[in-house]
């Protein structure tokens, strides 16, 4: 897969909670590599017209953007979105539709990550064309369903909260310590 010694920092939660700033941010902050959420540039090209049968090209995308990430980095690399997000989406958008290899490799990527910082549902709401829940119940039901992801695979996260500067100092300093462990 990758070089060992990379840390993988995984950028987790539901949708409009701030990953793709804090994944920039970070990796602007420790000089090292960032891996974008495949999906956006995909939604694009297809001009949002996504379907089922789309979820294994997605899953393959997602993977090069992480592993062209990881051989650039030296120490970390900060993913916005991973695997095991494409899963959970797959799940909720298109039930029963998540290619049985996607969930495996997910399942297996898991274990490489370092740290998951899971970000809060604190944040505004940011209208996107690409999101879909905007609604109380469901951000809340989907800051519930990222977080039991990560407990049920006993997998390190640090919850990560507030807005701006305060959010982005607690992402820094969960990630000094994996760094330094």
């Keep these: 897969m990758a070089d060992p010694e990379i840390k993988r ?3 987790f939660g539901t949708e409009s909670t701030g990953k793709t700033t804090l994944a920039q941010n970070l990796a602007a ?4 590599p960032w891996s ?5 540039e995909f939604w694009d090209l297809r001009a949002g017209k996504i379907t089922a049968e789309d979820l294994g090209t997605i899953a393959l995308g997602q993977i090069a953007n992480e592993d062209r990430a990881v051989a650039a980095a030296r120490r970390a690399v900060f993913c916005d979105t991973e695997l ?3 899963t959970l989406w797959d799940d909720w958008l298109f039930p029963g539709a998540c290619p ?3 969930r495996a490799e997910a399942e297996r990527r898991t274990r490489s ?3 998951w910082l899971l970000c809060d549902t604190d944040l505004p709401w940011a209208p996107d064309p690409q999101r879909s829940f905007s609604d109380a ?4 039901r989907g800051r519930r369903l990222w977080r039991e992801t990560l407990q049920a695979r006993g997998l390190p996260f640090v919850e990560i909260r507030g807005g701006g500067a305060d959010r982005e100092r607690a992402a820094i300093e969960a990630v000094e310590r994996a760094l330094t462990s």
């Design 137 to 140: 119940v469901s951000r809340e």
């Design 29 to 32: 902050h420790f000089g090292e």
């Design 113 to 115: 990550f370092s740290l």
């Design 9 to 11: 920092i995984a950028v």
């Design 100 to 102: 049985p290899w996607v």
């Design 36 to 40: 974008p959420e495949f999906v956006r």
């Design 84 to 86: 095991l997000t494409c």
